[in-house]
């Protein structure tokens, strides 16, 4: 019975692991730069899986870096992978994204094109990807250049019409000489409500200029909709901790040169600080009525229409044929209707069946498919019934028309007192004796032998194997269940999983930093570590927890002084490094992962 369970079980694990189809997506980061900026290329290859679990989570996305097309007026330079793992009720969403630092000294725009990648022995497409590249002279310098703090709303232009879906940057500035406690994880919060804005991307960082300073330049990307016209605010919000500076009363030795540097400056305090994009305020303006068709589609952007196509092109009268009709380029994909086909008696017309295909993650690039059901009427009929689809430009303020041409078919009439889609029957005749068969089985006149087997078959060690499948499938199945149910009903239980799971991968990634003496990347993932190990014991974000607050939490769980100590020097060592100009060339990281690997062992058998 246990070698029938096991390969049952063996059976389900292997046909859990699946993987599904392979998605690619490609981007610039950000979308829209100055001319001399640099920002990052990538383009991601995922997949969603069944199980498996992280050792065998990559496989077959083992991806090699690939040299890019030529750009006339782009630099690219390679700047390496990063893979990404979610385990949510056993489904693993698995990715490879490869990065590429991207810079242009000139204005205009510039596209990558789209070109073929392996991923496990079969050729797959990285979508085509567009880049902004805006004149230096159109930086917003900030009105008082003494400011430390900033935060900029960015859009590729002044005019916004309703309905459109407009690609928006989001950008928190920070001169280098600026302390600061703590940026938590949270994208910024609108403020107002006569927009839409879409997830935010992850926050991009790199070094900015603004009259003559160097700033840290944290860009979120997002798209807007405006649900209506008028003048309207679109302002932004961002919450971070600051630095309150006092006299030093006392120094600390950590023994770590880093933070005894970075402590015995002076004792800090923190206070907590919102900034806020521009006050302006934005004037959404209606379509323009001149020019607008009478079956506007109500897509604004920039499209283009491949030439439809059809299937079969050959049918007898009332035979089902698809009409499919292809529209590619950038715009408010989910709000626009099917183009119009022109009314023909000759055929009877359904409703389309409509899909999108995004080639960047904001769902404002793409293709959206439209598949037409038509039956023809008569086999007169000579071609497909034709179509318009209509948008309007935003950049040209006019309305394109694209005419979708009819194609030729071949239609001929049903055989007469035949239903259509019914092929033809070879009748064949049949004599008496064949259509007379044997109602019973001839009685068997041999006796069973010696040799055969008299046990009943309700006794068989087969048939009772059998019985035991479903049995087990019950069981794992109810096993199953259980958990879900606790990881519904019971949020403890659910912060507690998802931070087992999550720990390892970020104790791998601090182990990498640390062998490749990289201060940085070590300490950041550090404080990923503090946050996720003390976060399962409340019910909030983990990457939104300060310094002070994790120190809070700690304190009320009465862990001793030397354990929250622990963790609070990890914690502003990493802020030391972004923000406060320190260079980590002279720690020994791997007795600070022997450290770390102590204190997450520690923290995580808090309740």
Do not use: C
């Amino acid at each position: 019975m246990r070698i029938l369970t096991a390969i049952f079980l063996g059976i389900t694990f292997a046909t859990s692991l699946a993987a599904q189809d392979v998605r690619v997506e490609s981007s610039f980061e950000p979308g829209i730069m100055y001319a001399g900026e640099t920002g990052v290329y990538r383009y991601t290859v995922s997949e969603e899986r069944q199980g498996g679990g992280f050792f065998s989570a990559f496989n077959g996305l083992d991806i090699s870096p690939v040299t890019l097309p030529p750009v006339p007026g782009l630099e690219f330079a390679y700047l390496g992978p990063s893979h990404n793992v979610n385990v949510v009720n056993g489904k693993s969403q698995v990715g490879v994204t490869h990065q590429y630092r991207v810079r242009a000294s000139k204005e205009g725009t510039y596209t990558l094109p789209s070109f073929e990648i392996t991923v496990d022995g079969k050729q797959q497409t990285v979508p085509a990807a567009t880049l902004k590249i805006l004149a230096a002279s159109q930086s917003n310098d900030p009105a008082d250049t003494g400011k430390a703090l900033l935060m900029e709303l960015v859009l590729p232009r002044d005019k916004i019409y309703v309905g459109e879906s407009l690609p928006v940057q989001v950008h928190l500035l920070i001169r280098k000489d600026t302390p600061i406690a703590g940026i938590n994880g949270e994208p910024p919060l609108k403020i107002g409500d006569a927009f839409a804005v879409s997830d935010f991307s992850a926050p991009v960082q790199r070094e900015a200029t603004r009259d003559g300073a160097i700033y840290l330049d944290i860009m979120w990307q997002a798209v807007v909709t405006p649900y209506k016209a008028g003048t309207y605010p679109l302002v932004f919000q961002k919450d971070l901790l600051v630095f309150v500076q006092s006299p030093s009363q006392q120094q600390r030795r950590t023994g770590n040169p880093l933070i005894d540097n970075f402590f015995n400056r002076n004792t800090r305090e923190t206070q907590r600080l919102s900034l806020y994009t521009g006050q302006d305020d934005f004037t959404v303006l209606e379509l323009p009525q001149e020019g607008r068709p009478d079956n506007f589609s109500g897509a604004i952007g920039q499209f283009t229409a491949a030439t439809p196509s059809v299937d079969p092109t050959q049918a007898q009268v009332g035979e089902p044929m698809t009409l499919s009709m292809n529209i590619d380029g950038a715009g408010n994909f989910d709000r626009f209707e099917a183009p119009a086909l022109v009314e023909d008696d000759g055929w009877r017309v359904y409703n389309p069946e409509e899909t999108f295909t995004p080639s960047d993650r904001y769902r404002l690039q793409g293709t959206k498919t439209f598949k037409y059901v038509i039956i023809p009427r008569d086999e007169s009929v000579t071609e497909t019934p034709a179509a318009t689809f209509n948008y309007f430009n935003p950049d040209t303020e006019q309305y394109v028309e694209l005419p979708l041409a009819s194609q030729p078919v071949t239609i001929t009439p049903a055989p007469p007192g035949q239903r259509p889609n019914v092929p033809a029957t070879n009748a064949t005749r049949t004599t008496a004796a064949q259509a007379r068969q044997p109602e019973l089985l001839p009685a068997r006149d041999t006796v069973v032998t010696w040799g055969q087997s008299m046990t009943p078959l309700l006794r068989s060690p087969w048939f009772l194997g059998v019985q035991v499948v479903p049995l087990a499938a019950l069981v794992i199945l109810a096993l199953t269940r259980r958990r879900r149910n606790r990881l519904l009903s019971d949020p403890r239980y659910a912060r507690e999983v998802s931070a087992r799971k999550a720990l390892k991968p970020r104790l791998a990634a601090a182990q990498k930093a640390a062998a490749a003496d990289q201060a940085d990347a070590f300490y950041s993932e550090a404080q990923r570590i503090i946050q996720l190990t003390t976060g399962r014991l409340v019910d909030q974000t983990a990457e939104a927890l300060s310094a002070d607050e994790i120190d809070s939490l700690l304190a009320t769980r009465q862990v001793d002084t030397a354990t929250r100590e622990q963790a609070q020097s990890f914690l502003h060592a990493g802020d030391a490094l972004k923000f406060g100009g320190r260079h980590g060339a002279d720690i020994n990281l791997k007795q600070e992962m022997a450290r770390l690997e102590a204190l997450s062992s520690q923290l995580m058998k808090l309740s």
